[in-house]
Protein backbone atom coordinates (compact mmCIF):
# COMPACT_ATOMS: atom_id res chain seq x y z
CA UNK A 1 0.00 0.00 0.00
CA UNK A 2 2.73 2.23 1.18
CA UNK A 3 5.46 3.46 -0.82
CA UNK A 4 9.55 2.55 0.19
CA UNK A 5 10.18 6.65 0.23
CA UNK A 6 7.66 6.80 3.31
CA UNK A 7 9.02 3.36 4.85
CA UNK A 8 12.29 5.17 4.75
CA UNK A 9 10.81 8.09 6.36
CA UNK A 10 9.32 6.48 9.20
CA UNK A 11 11.94 4.04 9.78
CA UNK A 12 15.07 4.32 8.20
CA UNK A 13 17.04 2.12 9.23
CA UNK A 14 15.35 -0.98 8.61
CA UNK A 15 14.27 -0.34 5.49
CA UNK A 16 17.35 0.89 4.05
CA UNK A 17 18.54 -2.45 5.66
CA UNK A 18 15.87 -4.31 3.49
CA UNK A 19 16.89 -2.30 0.40
CA UNK A 20 20.60 -3.38 0.29
CA UNK A 21 19.62 -6.86 -0.39
CA UNK A 22 16.85 -5.71 -2.88
CA UNK A 23 18.69 -4.53 -5.51
CA UNK A 24 16.18 -3.56 -8.31
CA UNK A 25 16.75 -5.20 -11.51
CA UNK A 26 18.09 -1.56 -13.04
CA UNK A 27 19.07 0.95 -10.67
CA UNK A 28 19.26 3.72 -12.88
CA UNK A 29 15.80 3.23 -14.05
CA UNK A 30 14.87 3.33 -10.58
CA UNK A 31 16.77 6.45 -9.86
CA UNK A 32 15.58 8.21 -12.92
CA UNK A 33 11.82 7.57 -11.49
CA UNK A 34 12.73 9.09 -7.93
CA UNK A 35 14.16 11.84 -9.95
CA UNK A 36 10.92 12.32 -11.94
CA UNK A 37 9.03 12.07 -9.48
CA UNK A 38 11.19 15.43 -7.43
CA UNK A 39 10.90 17.02 -10.43
CA UNK A 40 7.47 16.62 -10.95
CA UNK A 41 6.57 18.04 -7.31
CA UNK A 42 8.92 21.26 -8.30
CA UNK A 43 7.23 21.40 -11.77
CA UNK A 44 3.73 21.54 -9.65
CA UNK A 45 4.62 23.61 -6.19
CA UNK A 46 6.59 26.24 -7.77
CA UNK A 47 3.58 27.52 -9.83
CA UNK A 48 1.11 26.83 -7.73
CA UNK A 49 2.78 28.95 -4.40
CA UNK A 50 3.82 31.88 -6.94
CA UNK A 51 0.61 31.91 -9.38
CA UNK A 52 -1.50 29.68 -7.84
CA UNK A 53 -2.43 27.39 -10.78
CA UNK A 54 -0.57 24.89 -12.94
CA UNK A 55 -0.20 24.39 -16.68
CA UNK A 56 2.12 22.45 -18.77
CA UNK A 57 4.32 25.41 -19.82
CA UNK A 58 4.51 26.95 -16.44
CA UNK A 59 5.38 22.62 -14.66
CA UNK A 60 7.90 22.38 -17.62
CA UNK A 61 9.22 26.08 -17.06
CA UNK A 62 9.60 25.47 -13.20
CA UNK A 63 11.75 22.03 -13.90
CA UNK A 64 13.71 23.01 -16.13
CA UNK A 65 14.88 26.08 -14.22
CA UNK A 66 14.81 24.70 -10.76
CA UNK A 67 16.15 21.23 -11.94
CA UNK A 68 19.64 22.67 -11.04
CA UNK A 69 19.02 22.14 -7.38
CA UNK A 70 18.72 18.06 -8.04
CA UNK A 71 21.91 18.34 -9.36
CA UNK A 72 23.53 20.08 -6.19
CA UNK A 73 21.83 17.34 -4.35
CA UNK A 74 23.54 14.97 -6.80
CA UNK A 75 26.85 16.05 -6.52
CA UNK A 76 26.80 16.96 -2.54
CA UNK A 77 25.79 13.27 -2.20
CA UNK A 78 28.08 11.88 -4.31
CA UNK A 79 30.65 13.02 -2.35
CA UNK A 80 29.09 11.93 0.81
CA UNK A 81 28.70 8.16 -0.93
CA UNK A 82 32.43 7.58 -2.23
CA UNK A 83 33.49 8.89 0.96
CA UNK A 84 32.78 5.64 2.46
CA UNK A 85 35.24 2.69 0.80
CA UNK A 86 33.03 0.29 3.43
CA UNK A 87 30.08 0.78 1.28
CA UNK A 88 27.57 -2.13 0.54
CA UNK A 89 26.35 -1.39 -2.88
CA UNK A 90 27.43 0.79 -5.92
CA UNK A 91 27.79 4.23 -6.33
CA UNK A 92 24.48 4.16 -8.82
CA UNK A 93 22.09 1.95 -5.86
CA UNK A 94 23.53 4.10 -2.99
CA UNK A 95 22.65 7.50 -5.20
CA UNK A 96 18.84 5.39 -5.55
CA UNK A 97 18.21 4.83 -1.46
CA UNK A 98 19.98 8.37 -1.39
CA UNK A 99 16.98 9.92 -3.34
CA UNK A 100 14.98 7.69 -1.99
CA UNK A 101 14.85 10.12 1.44
CA UNK A 102 13.47 12.67 -0.07
CA UNK A 103 9.93 12.79 1.74
CA UNK A 104 10.56 15.11 4.03
CA UNK A 105 11.54 17.86 1.54
CA UNK A 106 8.84 16.85 -0.64
CA UNK A 107 5.87 16.54 1.91
CA UNK A 108 7.02 20.05 3.32
CA UNK A 109 7.08 21.49 -0.21
CA UNK A 110 3.67 19.96 -1.03
CA UNK A 111 2.18 21.67 2.00
CA UNK A 112 4.01 24.86 1.79
CA UNK A 113 1.72 25.12 -1.87
CA UNK A 114 -0.95 23.93 0.28
CA UNK A 115 -0.91 27.04 2.60
CA UNK A 116 0.07 29.67 -0.22
CA UNK A 117 -2.15 28.56 -2.25
CA UNK A 118 -4.95 29.22 -0.38
CA UNK A 119 -3.71 32.43 1.79
CA UNK A 120 -2.62 35.67 0.56
CA UNK A 121 0.10 36.44 3.41
CA UNK A 122 2.78 33.88 4.03
CA UNK A 123 5.56 35.03 5.60
CA UNK A 124 9.14 33.60 3.86
CA UNK A 125 10.07 33.86 7.49
CA UNK A 126 7.64 31.27 8.21
CA UNK A 127 8.89 29.03 5.34
CA UNK A 128 12.41 29.41 6.64
CA UNK A 129 11.37 27.94 9.70
CA UNK A 130 9.80 25.66 8.51
CA UNK A 131 12.12 24.53 6.77
CA UNK A 132 13.93 23.47 9.70
CA UNK A 133 11.33 20.20 9.86
CA UNK A 134 12.82 18.62 6.65
CA UNK A 135 16.31 19.68 7.89
CA UNK A 136 15.78 17.80 10.74
CA UNK A 137 13.79 15.08 9.42
CA UNK A 138 16.16 14.49 6.84
CA UNK A 139 19.76 14.59 8.75
CA UNK A 140 18.03 11.58 10.84
CA UNK A 141 17.68 9.84 7.28
CA UNK A 142 20.93 10.58 5.92
CA UNK A 143 22.51 9.57 9.00
CA UNK A 144 20.64 6.02 8.78
CA UNK A 145 21.60 5.80 5.24
CA UNK A 146 25.20 6.00 6.14
CA UNK A 147 24.97 3.32 8.73
CA UNK A 148 23.27 1.09 6.92
CA UNK A 149 24.32 1.51 3.16
CA UNK A 150 27.81 2.97 3.80
CA UNK A 151 28.26 0.96 6.34
CA UNK A 152 30.38 3.40 8.72
CA UNK A 153 29.74 3.63 12.84
CA UNK A 154 27.45 6.30 14.53
CA UNK A 155 30.05 8.88 14.65
CA UNK A 156 30.82 8.67 11.32
CA UNK A 157 27.30 8.67 10.60
CA UNK A 158 26.20 11.86 12.41
CA UNK A 159 29.73 13.51 10.96
CA UNK A 160 28.44 13.28 7.44
CA UNK A 161 24.87 14.08 8.05
CA UNK A 162 25.96 17.20 9.66
CA UNK A 163 28.25 17.76 6.89
CA UNK A 164 25.78 17.35 4.69
CA UNK A 165 23.48 19.94 6.28
CA UNK A 166 26.40 22.42 6.53
CA UNK A 167 26.50 21.88 2.60
CA UNK A 168 23.41 22.28 1.85
CA UNK A 169 22.31 25.35 3.80
CA UNK A 170 25.66 26.90 2.85
CA UNK A 171 24.87 26.55 -0.60
CA UNK A 172 21.04 27.65 -0.19
CA UNK A 173 22.02 30.76 1.74
CA UNK A 174 25.11 31.65 -0.49
CA UNK A 175 22.58 31.39 -2.99
CA UNK A 176 19.83 33.92 -1.40
CA UNK A 177 22.74 36.00 -0.47
CA UNK A 178 23.89 36.25 -4.29
CA UNK A 179 20.40 36.53 -5.84
CA UNK A 180 19.07 39.19 -3.22
CA UNK A 181 21.99 41.63 -3.20
CA UNK A 182 24.18 40.62 -0.82
CA UNK A 183 25.16 38.92 2.76
CA UNK A 184 23.13 41.96 5.04
CA UNK A 185 19.80 40.91 3.00
CA UNK A 186 20.34 37.23 4.57
CA UNK A 187 21.03 38.82 8.10
CA UNK A 188 18.30 40.99 7.55
CA UNK A 189 16.42 38.37 7.78
CA UNK A 190 17.90 36.44 10.50
CA UNK A 191 17.21 40.01 12.33
CA UNK A 192 13.76 39.42 11.81
CA UNK A 193 13.20 35.93 12.47
CA UNK A 194 15.34 36.48 16.08
CA UNK B 1 -3.92 -4.69 -16.91
CA UNK B 2 -3.56 -3.41 -13.37
CA UNK B 3 -1.52 -0.14 -12.56
CA UNK B 4 0.16 0.44 -9.25
CA UNK B 5 -1.46 3.06 -6.87
CA UNK B 6 1.71 5.21 -7.38
CA UNK B 7 1.45 5.00 -11.83
CA UNK B 8 -2.21 6.35 -11.15
CA UNK B 9 -1.83 9.06 -8.89
CA UNK B 10 0.84 10.13 -11.54
CA UNK B 11 -1.97 10.13 -14.48
CA UNK B 12 -4.05 12.49 -11.86
CA UNK B 13 -1.45 14.99 -11.03
CA UNK B 14 -0.35 15.09 -14.63
CA UNK B 15 -4.27 15.49 -15.54
CA UNK B 16 -4.30 18.18 -13.39
CA UNK B 17 -1.43 20.28 -15.59
CA UNK B 18 -3.24 19.29 -18.67
CA UNK B 19 -6.94 20.85 -16.94
CA UNK B 20 -4.78 23.70 -15.88
CA UNK B 21 -3.44 24.68 -19.36
CA UNK B 22 -6.49 24.16 -21.21
CA UNK B 23 -8.78 26.37 -18.15
CA UNK B 24 -10.07 29.47 -20.11
CA UNK B 25 -8.24 32.44 -20.02
CA UNK B 26 -9.04 36.33 -19.03
CA UNK B 27 -9.00 37.95 -22.36
CA UNK B 28 -7.05 41.43 -22.27
CA UNK B 29 -9.12 44.41 -22.62
CA UNK B 30 -7.89 47.77 -24.85
CA UNK B 31 -6.48 50.49 -22.64
CA UNK B 32 -8.84 53.19 -22.21
CA UNK B 33 -8.15 56.62 -24.67
CA UNK B 34 -8.93 60.16 -22.98
CA UNK B 35 -7.49 63.24 -24.59
CA UNK B 36 -4.91 61.72 -26.85
CA UNK B 37 -3.24 59.22 -23.73
CA UNK B 38 -3.90 55.78 -23.12
CA UNK B 39 -4.17 54.45 -19.78
CA UNK B 40 -1.47 51.60 -19.23
CA UNK B 41 -1.20 49.55 -16.79
CA UNK B 42 1.88 48.79 -14.97
CA UNK B 43 4.19 47.16 -12.61
CA UNK B 44 7.70 48.43 -12.21
CA UNK B 45 8.78 46.12 -9.26
CA UNK B 46 9.42 41.94 -10.08
CA UNK B 47 11.36 39.56 -9.66
CA UNK B 48 12.29 36.44 -12.27
CA UNK B 49 14.32 34.05 -12.69
CA UNK B 50 17.61 33.16 -12.64
CA UNK B 51 17.76 35.52 -9.64
CA UNK B 52 15.40 35.73 -6.41
CA UNK B 53 12.31 34.89 -8.49
CA UNK B 54 10.52 31.67 -9.40
CA UNK B 55 9.11 32.47 -12.98
CA UNK B 56 11.01 32.39 -16.02
CA UNK B 57 11.15 35.18 -17.51
CA UNK B 58 8.46 34.12 -20.34
CA UNK B 59 6.08 32.40 -17.63
CA UNK B 60 6.34 36.30 -16.14
CA UNK B 61 5.53 37.57 -19.62
CA UNK B 62 2.40 35.67 -19.58
CA UNK B 63 0.94 35.98 -15.93
CA UNK B 64 1.62 39.58 -16.49
CA UNK B 65 -0.78 39.37 -19.36
CA UNK B 66 -3.26 37.43 -18.26
CA UNK B 67 -2.98 39.73 -14.94
CA UNK B 68 -4.00 42.71 -17.41
CA UNK B 69 -0.91 44.42 -17.48
CA UNK B 70 0.73 46.50 -20.54
CA UNK B 71 4.04 46.89 -19.36
CA UNK B 72 6.15 45.85 -16.36
CA UNK B 73 10.02 46.05 -15.54
CA UNK B 74 11.91 42.56 -14.31
CA UNK B 75 13.73 44.19 -11.10
CA UNK B 76 16.28 42.01 -9.81
CA UNK B 77 19.05 42.57 -6.97
CA UNK B 78 22.20 44.29 -8.37
CA UNK B 79 21.85 42.39 -11.75
CA UNK B 80 20.71 43.22 -15.16
CA UNK B 81 20.95 39.99 -16.93
CA UNK B 82 17.50 38.30 -16.03
CA UNK B 83 15.62 41.86 -17.05
CA UNK B 84 17.85 42.27 -20.51
CA UNK B 85 17.13 38.16 -21.40
CA UNK B 86 13.14 39.13 -20.74
CA UNK B 87 13.34 42.01 -22.93
CA UNK B 88 15.47 40.55 -25.66
CA UNK B 89 12.97 37.15 -25.88
CA UNK B 90 9.64 39.44 -25.44
CA UNK B 91 10.55 42.24 -28.52
CA UNK B 92 7.19 43.14 -30.48
CA UNK B 93 4.99 41.25 -28.06
CA UNK B 94 2.86 42.34 -25.25
CA UNK B 95 3.09 43.33 -22.56
CA UNK B 96 5.99 45.50 -22.91
CA UNK B 97 9.18 44.25 -20.99
CA UNK B 98 11.52 47.00 -19.59
CA UNK B 99 14.95 46.54 -18.61
CA UNK B 100 15.31 46.94 -14.39
CA UNK B 101 17.17 46.69 -11.27
CA UNK B 102 16.46 46.63 -7.66
CA UNK B 103 19.80 48.40 -6.70
CA UNK B 104 20.34 47.04 -3.65
CA UNK B 105 22.40 48.62 -0.82
CA UNK B 106 21.85 48.34 2.94
CA UNK B 107 20.84 51.80 3.29
CA UNK B 108 18.45 52.08 0.20
CA UNK B 109 16.87 49.78 -1.93
CA UNK B 110 16.13 51.63 -5.83
CA UNK B 111 14.35 50.54 -8.80
CA UNK B 112 15.84 51.34 -11.77
CA UNK B 113 13.77 51.25 -15.10
CA UNK B 114 14.89 52.02 -18.45
CA UNK B 115 18.59 51.20 -17.94
CA UNK B 116 20.89 48.83 -19.93
CA UNK B 117 23.70 47.80 -17.77
CA UNK B 118 24.03 47.39 -14.27
CA UNK B 119 24.47 50.02 -11.68
CA UNK B 120 26.41 50.19 -9.03
CA UNK B 121 25.01 49.60 -5.26
CA UNK B 122 27.87 50.24 -3.23
CA UNK B 123 27.31 53.84 -3.52
CA UNK B 124 25.38 56.08 -1.58
CA UNK B 125 21.72 56.81 -3.29
CA UNK B 126 22.23 60.11 -4.65
CA UNK B 127 24.93 58.82 -7.21
CA UNK B 128 23.06 55.69 -7.91
CA UNK B 129 19.98 58.06 -9.07
CA UNK B 130 22.51 60.35 -11.29
CA UNK B 131 23.88 57.08 -12.78
CA UNK B 132 20.23 55.86 -13.64
CA UNK B 133 19.96 58.93 -15.26
CA UNK B 134 22.97 58.68 -17.14
CA UNK B 135 21.55 55.83 -18.94
CA UNK B 136 18.39 57.60 -19.82
CA UNK B 137 16.35 55.22 -17.04
CA UNK B 138 14.11 56.72 -14.39
CA UNK B 139 14.62 56.28 -10.63
CA UNK B 140 11.77 54.87 -7.84
CA UNK B 141 12.60 54.55 -4.00
CA UNK B 142 11.35 50.89 -3.47
CA UNK B 143 9.71 50.27 -0.25
CA UNK B 144 11.00 53.37 1.74
CA UNK B 145 10.80 53.03 5.23
CA UNK B 146 12.45 54.67 8.28
CA UNK B 147 15.67 52.07 7.70
CA UNK B 148 15.86 53.67 4.06
CA UNK B 149 18.64 56.25 5.77
CA UNK B 150 20.23 56.81 2.14
CA UNK B 151 17.60 58.79 1.22
CA UNK B 152 19.08 62.17 2.12
CA UNK B 153 16.64 65.11 0.88
CA UNK B 154 19.55 65.65 -2.11
CA UNK B 155 18.89 61.75 -2.83
CA UNK B 156 14.75 62.43 -2.31
CA UNK B 157 14.89 65.69 -4.75
CA UNK B 158 16.23 63.40 -7.56
CA UNK B 159 13.77 60.49 -7.53
CA UNK B 160 11.48 60.21 -10.28
CA UNK B 161 8.88 58.03 -8.06
CA UNK B 162 7.95 56.31 -5.60
CA UNK B 163 6.33 53.38 -3.91
CA UNK B 164 3.46 55.05 -2.57
CA UNK B 165 1.51 50.82 -2.72
CA UNK B 166 3.25 48.07 -2.20
CA UNK B 167 2.12 44.67 -0.83
CA UNK B 168 2.35 45.22 3.49
CA UNK B 169 -0.33 43.44 5.83
CA UNK B 170 1.46 46.03 8.24
CA UNK B 171 -1.05 49.44 8.48
CA UNK B 172 2.13 51.17 10.00
CA UNK B 173 4.33 50.00 6.90
CA UNK B 174 1.41 51.22 4.21
CA UNK B 175 1.75 55.01 6.38
CA UNK B 176 5.51 54.80 6.21
CA UNK B 177 5.28 54.02 2.23
CA UNK B 178 2.84 57.42 1.97
CA UNK B 179 4.61 60.08 4.41
CA UNK B 180 7.53 59.27 1.95
CA UNK B 181 5.86 59.57 -1.28
CA UNK B 182 4.37 63.26 0.65
CA UNK B 183 8.04 64.05 1.53
CA UNK B 184 9.03 63.32 -2.46
CA UNK B 185 6.76 65.28 -3.62
CA UNK B 186 7.76 68.44 -1.38
CA UNK B 187 10.91 68.27 -2.57
CA UNK B 188 10.39 67.17 -6.24
CA UNK B 189 6.33 68.25 -6.86
CA UNK B 190 6.21 65.87 -10.44
CA UNK B 191 7.45 62.69 -8.24
CA UNK B 192 5.61 59.75 -9.65
CA UNK B 193 3.17 57.92 -7.68
CA UNK B 194 4.44 54.27 -7.77
CA UNK B 195 2.01 51.03 -6.90
CA UNK B 196 4.12 48.03 -7.46
CA UNK B 197 3.80 44.51 -6.28
CA UNK B 198 7.39 43.40 -5.25
CA UNK B 199 6.76 39.93 -6.98
CA UNK B 200 9.23 36.81 -6.28
CA UNK B 201 7.21 33.62 -5.40
CA UNK B 202 4.40 33.91 -3.27
CA UNK B 203 0.98 34.72 -3.61
CA UNK B 204 1.30 38.43 -3.95
CA UNK B 205 0.35 38.42 -7.93
CA UNK B 206 2.42 40.23 -10.04
CA UNK B 207 0.02 43.41 -10.53
CA UNK B 208 -1.26 43.42 -6.93
CA UNK B 209 -0.41 47.06 -6.46
CA UNK B 210 -0.31 48.48 -9.96
CA UNK B 211 0.90 51.87 -11.42
CA UNK B 212 -1.27 53.53 -14.02
CA UNK B 213 -0.11 55.66 -16.51
CA UNK B 214 -1.35 58.50 -18.74
CA UNK B 215 1.09 57.60 -22.04
CA UNK B 216 1.15 59.46 -25.10
CA UNK B 217 2.57 56.42 -27.42
CA UNK B 218 2.52 52.65 -26.42
CA UNK B 219 6.18 52.17 -26.33
CA UNK B 220 8.84 51.49 -23.82
CA UNK B 221 10.14 55.64 -24.19
CA UNK B 222 6.14 56.69 -23.74
CA UNK B 223 5.85 54.80 -19.97
CA UNK B 224 9.63 56.31 -18.69
CA UNK B 225 7.96 59.86 -20.21
CA UNK B 226 4.98 59.59 -18.00
CA UNK B 227 7.00 58.47 -14.85
CA UNK B 228 9.20 61.16 -15.36
CA UNK B 229 6.78 63.79 -15.87
CA UNK B 230 4.11 62.22 -12.63
CA UNK B 231 1.68 60.96 -15.03
CA UNK B 232 1.12 58.23 -12.78
CA UNK B 233 -1.44 57.01 -10.17
CA UNK B 234 -0.74 54.29 -7.66
CA UNK B 235 -3.17 51.11 -7.00
CA UNK B 236 -2.47 49.63 -3.68
CA UNK B 237 -4.33 45.94 -2.56
CA UNK B 238 -7.09 47.22 -0.89
CA UNK B 239 -7.94 48.89 -4.25
CA UNK B 240 -7.48 52.96 -3.20
CA UNK B 241 -5.76 54.88 -5.51
CA UNK B 242 -2.96 57.68 -4.66
CA UNK B 243 -1.35 60.64 -6.60
CA UNK B 244 -2.70 63.49 -8.24
CA UNK B 245 -6.29 64.03 -7.25
CA UNK B 246 -7.29 64.98 -10.86
CA UNK B 247 -5.71 62.10 -12.30
CA UNK B 248 -7.26 60.05 -9.51
CA UNK B 249 -10.44 60.72 -10.66
CA UNK B 250 -10.19 60.04 -14.63
CA UNK B 251 -8.63 56.77 -13.32
CA UNK B 252 -11.93 56.32 -10.83
CA UNK B 253 -13.77 57.02 -14.12
CA UNK B 254 -12.30 55.04 -16.35
CA UNK B 255 -10.87 52.01 -15.01
CA UNK B 256 -12.63 49.16 -12.90
CA UNK B 257 -10.20 48.38 -10.12
CA UNK B 258 -11.44 45.59 -8.90
CA UNK B 259 -10.05 41.97 -9.25
CA UNK B 260 -10.92 40.90 -12.79
CA UNK B 261 -9.89 37.32 -11.90
CA UNK B 262 -12.09 34.53 -11.78
CA UNK B 263 -9.87 31.50 -9.43
CA UNK B 264 -12.31 29.10 -9.84
CA UNK B 265 -11.27 27.41 -13.07
CA UNK B 266 -7.88 27.40 -11.22
CA UNK B 267 -9.04 25.75 -8.10
CA UNK B 268 -9.59 22.47 -9.89
CA UNK B 269 -6.61 21.88 -11.71
CA UNK B 270 -4.52 22.27 -8.36
CA UNK B 271 -6.63 20.48 -6.43
CA UNK B 272 -6.10 17.56 -9.30
CA UNK B 273 -2.44 17.88 -9.33
CA UNK B 274 -1.89 18.32 -5.57
CA UNK B 275 -3.81 14.85 -4.61
CA UNK B 276 -1.98 13.15 -7.48
CA UNK B 277 1.31 14.24 -6.15
CA UNK B 278 0.55 13.21 -2.63
CA UNK B 279 -0.32 9.57 -3.60
CA UNK B 280 2.69 9.40 -5.69
CA UNK B 281 5.25 10.40 -2.87
CA UNK B 282 3.28 8.19 -0.19
CA UNK B 283 1.60 4.87 -2.58
CA UNK B 284 3.61 1.80 -3.45
CA UNK B 285 4.80 1.60 -6.67
Same mark, same amino acid.
Given at each position: ?22 ? =? ?21 ? =? ?55 ? =? ?28 ? =? ?60 | ?31 ? !? ?17 ? *? ?34 ? *? ?12 ? %? ?5 ? #? ?22 ? #?? !? ?10 ? %? ?14 ? %??? #? ?7 ? *? ?84 ? %????? *? ?19
Amino acid at each position: MWSTELAIALSPDQTFERLITNT =PPSAIRSLLTRLFLVLLTIAVVV =PVMAVQRVTASLAATAALSWSFVLVIQTIVAVGVIVSSRARRVGVLHALDLWFAGHI =PYSLWMLGMAMLTANSRVVDPAFLFVTALV =PAGWTAWIVAAFCRRVLHVDSAGARRRAAAHQVVVWAVALQYAAFTTGGWFQVVNVARILR | MMRSPRFLSIVVAIAGIVAGTIAPRLSHESPP !QIDGYSILAGDFHVHAFPG *DGSLAPWSLRDEAARRGLDVFAVTNHNQTFTARFAA *DQSKGTAPIVLIGE %EITNPDY #HLIAVGITRTVDANQPAERAIADV #HA !QGGVAIAAHPGP %ESIGYTDAAVAQLDGT %EAA #HPTSDRRER *DEFMAFYERTRRLNPHAAAIGSSDFHAMPVPVGSCRTFLFVRERTAAGVLDAIRSGLTVALDEEGRLHGDPSLVAIVEREIVTGSR %EDASW *DRVPVALAWAGLFGALLLRS
